[in-house]
């Protein structure tokens, strides 16, 4: 079986981690690098997050670090949800890898080349180092099969202001980049996300099973849960998770639909907002697909088996 090359652009983070395990569950997906982003925490714990992860799924897969802040403007982090070190402050002993010494937005230009025409990329994280690569090189999206990114709020429902989602909110300029440059994005925003979620219960039921990734997961992502209980209600949400199911299993997409969306970047209450043309009244072109819905039952079987798994 010849597996679809899969690169992460990523900001571990609790949800990142989920979505990474989901991704070394697939077996029809080789994850080829993983490049990271400075967001959920600064760039130095994401990426001894994501080694720490690696070690967890004993994966040699190569770590890459990024670009440590946004491109213009300095941004919170959200260490409040994730923790100050992005993965629940448990202590874990130090990775034994290090990164690699390409930069991320080389790494995936060369990548880009490497698997020209069939690699699947999929951004968790703000888009910093995706924006960096295309300004480097301005002809990557002629060899992504799919991009698909976990960010935006298509109607303002946003999650770090009233009108933004963190992600995009974080680097709202590479965000704008990104999706001026490639024709088509996959979107799996933040409303999306609030419409998958599931009972924290039955997700404590997943963190049960006899795996070193359960373990793990459970102990990072307590804290997150703690705060998500108080915050957020009954149910658990994962924003990347919910990402990486649709750019593994697009089949599993009920309801998808395309619009014209650009990202606002000098509102002074709209910074970062995705604002989606959802009438074509400027007539620009269609240049995201935006998921709308999932078939959850996929959904919960794939978090269940990543955790499950090894
Ligand atoms: C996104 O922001 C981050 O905090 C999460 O990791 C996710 O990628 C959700 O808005
Ligand atoms: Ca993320």
């Excluded at 880009?112 to 690569?133: F, I, M, Q, R």
């Excluded at 799919?146 to 009233?162: E, Q, S, W, Y």
Aim: glycine share 6%; proline share 5%.
């Amino acid at each position: 079986m010849t597996r679809i090359p899969l690169l992460i652009d990523t900001d571990p983070g609790v949800d990142d981690a989920l979505a990474l395990l989901m991704a070394f569950d697939d077996p029809h997906h080789e994850v080829v690098g993983l490049t990271i982003a400075a967001g959920n925490v600064g760039l130095a714990h994401t990426v001894r997050n994501a080694l720490k992860l690696c070690e967890v799924v004993d994966h040699p897969v190569p770590v890459f670090a990024g670009t440590p802040a946004p491109l213009l403007h300095p941004a919170r982090d959200a260490g409040y949800v994730h923790g100050t070190d992005g993965f629940g402050d448990i202590a874990y002993d130090a990775p034994v890898r290090t990164a690699e010494t390409e930069h991320a937005a080389l790494a995936i230009l060369r990548l880009s080349h490497a698997h020209a025409g069939k690699l699947l990329l999929v951004a968790l994280g703000p888009l910093t180092n995706l924006a960096l690569a295309l300004k480097l090189d301005s002809t990557l999206p002629e060899r992504i099969a799919r991009l698909v990114v976990m960010g935006g709020a298509v109607t303002a429902h946003g999650n770090i202001t009233a009108a933004a989602e963190f992600n995009v909110a974080f680097d709202p300029e590479a965000a704008h980049i990104v999706f001026s440059a490639f024709a088509r994005t996959e979107v799996v925003d933040w409303e999306a996300v609030m419409a998958h979620g599931f009972p924290h219960q039955r997700f404590e039921a997943w963190l049960q099973a006899p795996s070193k990734r359960a373990r793990f997961y459970d102990a990072i992502s307590r804290r997150t849960r703690d705060w998500a209980v108080d915050r957020r209600g009954e149910n658990w949400h994962s924003a990347d998770a919910l990402a990486m199911a649709h750019a593994l299993h697009p089949a599993g997409a009920l309801e998808i639909v395309e619009r014209p969306m650009t990202v606002e970047l000098a509102g002074r209450h709209t910074r970062g907002a995705t604002i989606v043309d959802w009438r074509r009244e400027e007539g620009r072109p269609d240049n995201v697909a935006i998921l709308l819905r999932y078939d959850q039952a996929a959904f919960e079987a794939r978090v269940a088996s990543a955790l499950a798994a090894g």
